[in-house]
């Protein structure tokens, strides 16, 4: 199984299958609530692996992600278009897209051991937008 995450904004970041490790898709709703709340959220927390460049490899785009954890609630561009693809045997089996997605954390982890660094990256899609995120799966190639 394997991953691929796009995000369109004012540059396009794409991780593949060497980058990421685990995606944790959640649908937010009140914990405390006795009904059907229409205090929905979607989540994804990514986390994986920070290639370095090597034998003239371009490097990963982590380093975009960095930046766009950086870009602040006043500029539209901290909200960007977000594509999740999960894969298993060349089949996609699921699709995740946010079109209003913005970066609640992220993180990178190194140590002397690893060798290779470690991100995780946790984005929402905009609350009142989250009617346009969907959930699509079952592709055949």
């Not at 209003?100 to 190194?110: I, L």
């Amino acid at each position: 199984m394997g991953f691929t995450l796009k995000v369109e904004g004012a540059e396009t970041i794409e991780l593949g299958l060497d980058n990421i490790q685990t995606v944790v898709y959640d649908t937010d709703t009140p914990d405390d609530s006795n009904a059907r709340s229409t205090d929905v959220g979607s989540t994804l927390r990514i986390t994986g692996k920070i290639l370095t460049a090597t034998d003239g490899d371009k490097a990963d785009d982590t380093m975009k992600l960095a930046t766009w954890s950086l870009v602040p609630a006043e500029k539209a561009d901290c909200y960007r278009k977000v594509t999740l693809e999960v894969i298993s045997a060349d089949q996609v089996v699921r699709k995740i897209y946010f079109p209003n997605a913005f970066v609640v954390d992220y993180n990178e982890r190194f140590g002397d051991v690893e060798g290779v660094g470690q991100f995780s990256l946790f984005i929402k899609q905009k609350k009142d937008k989250t009617e346009l995120a969907k959930i699509e799966g079952g592709y055949a190639n």
